[in-house]
């Protein structure tokens, strides 16, 4: 079994806890209109890795010292359509006692990603947005399976962050983030709201990928937007 992997990150710092390993898987089925991260899209695009599961680990391990008070985390791309490799990577991971932290949408729901989160300890999980109708437009899906995907990490009382981007004109509106803050005060697990400013630093890449960037002339969010995004949340007593 070997996994399709973009790059490896020795000493991120925003993707969990402490100092942190992080893997960015290849392929990811949505478009989201503000994505970074274009050069993970594609499943066939050839990866900068292709390795097994005890492979990856041993990569870690070079630096494990370092993340002691950290961990691995894996993002992407979508690291669930790499479930199964995922899987055999964290069971790994737990043997060598180290913390592991899925960075995911939540896009699916299946067997092999069930198990995938039996040996997870922590769950970044992106929500695109809070209305159906913006998710869609946002991402290209609905949002019927992130909100399962959220359930379920609460009936098994899996720790889970929440990640939100927050883009002027889009799910920046009050009205957007009030809506999304009181659906996630039904989720007493969440033990943390990221929200995210938007920004442009990764339009280069879609220059170099010949792709339109389609949030091309949207302002970064200021830092004075941003707080008025947290006072909606922490209204609702969520830990921003």
Excluded at 8 to 14: D, K, Q
Excluded at 71 to 82: D, H, M, S, Y
Aim: net charge negative.
């Amino acid at each position: 079994m070997t996994g399709k992997i973009h790059s490896l990150e020795s000493f991120g710092t925003v993707d969990g806890p402490g100092i942190r390993f992080v893997v960015f898987m290849q392929g990811c089925p949505l478009r989201c209109l503000y994505c970074h991260n274009p050069d993970t899209w594609e499943t066939r695009s050839t990866p900068a890795y292709e390795m097994t599961p005890e492979e990856l680990l041993q990569e870690v391990l070079k630096y494990k010292n370092f993340i002691a008070r950290g961990g691995v985390t894996v993002t992407g791309g979508e690291p669930l359509l790499q479930a199964g490799f995922l899987s055999r990577f964290f069971q790994l991971c737990r043997q060598e006692k180290i913390h592991t932290a899925l960075d995911t949408s939540g896009c699916i729901l299946n067997e092999k990603v069930k198990q995938l989160l039996g040996y997870t300890d922590l769950v970044l999980l992106d929500i695109k947005a809070s209305s159906p109708r913006l998710h869609k437009t946002l991402t290209g899906i609905e949002p019927d399976v992130p909100l399962l995907f959220l359930e379920y990490l609460s009936e098994q009382h899996i720790p889970v962050w929440i990640r939100h981007v927050v883009v002027p004109g889009l799910t920046a509106d009050p009205s957007q983030l009030e809506q999304l803050a009181e659906k996630l005060t039904r989720f007493p697990h969440i033990s943390k709201v990221e929200l995210l400013p938007y920004h442009t630093l990764g339009e280069n890449k879609y220059k170099q990928s010949d792709i339109d960037y389609p949030l091309k002339g949207v302002e970064a969010l200021s830092g004075e937007a941003l707080e008025q995004a947290r006072d909606i949340f922490r209204k609702h007593r969520l830990p921003v």
